[in-house]
């Protein structure tokens, strides 16, 4: 069998590439990065308290009962409470709302009255208050009223 000079030439790039590939491999130049056992137990922990945290938090009260609650909170105080056809209009934007389903409204009185009711509602339901407009001794104070529309 004759060998040419070429494959001779070819058979020695071989060795010589696999012989320098082997000591860069062995020589510790080509590293692999395990996974720090120790930070992933830290992160696992983390999510975990999240979710218990979150898991404790109160279930959001239904919509029709937030209504109803803020009705007669406001009632009470001889506050008006009306609902608004634009969300934009209670000067709330949807990045406000942390969870839940808003419903707005404006609630309308005597300034004092509807401090007293913004008051002792956000007591009782959740909920978010936006833009106010005053006109003399009366004022208008918009909210997101924030609850579930399914039973929990």
Do not use: C
């Not at 058979?11 to 012989?19: E, M, P, Y």
């Not at 395990?34 to 239904?62: G, H, M, R, T």
């Amino acid at each position: 069998m004759k060998l040419s000079n070429s494959r001779l030439k070819s058979i020695g790039a071989i060795v010589i590439s696999s012989l320098l590939a082997g000591f860069y491999v062995t020589s510790g130049h080509a590293t692999r990065d395990y996974p720090d056992i120790e930070n992933l137990k830290l992160q696992i922990s983390l999510i975990n308290s999240e979710i218990e945290a979150v898991s404790l938090k109160e279930d959001l009260p239904l919509l029709s009962d937030t209504w109803s609650s803020i009705r007669v909170i406001a009632n009470s105080h001889d506050v008006k409470v009306t609902p608004l056809k634009d969300a934009k209009d209670a000067g709330i934007t949807e990045h406000d709302i942390p969870g839940g389903t808003p419903w707005y409204g404006v609630l309308q009185g005597n300034t004092k009255n509807v401090a007293m009711a913004a008051i002792e509602i956000q007591k009782v339901v959740p909920i978010l208050y936006g833009a106010a407009a005053l006109d003399n001794a009366v004022i208008g104070l918009s909210f997101a009223a924030l609850g579930s529309e399914k039973e929990n």
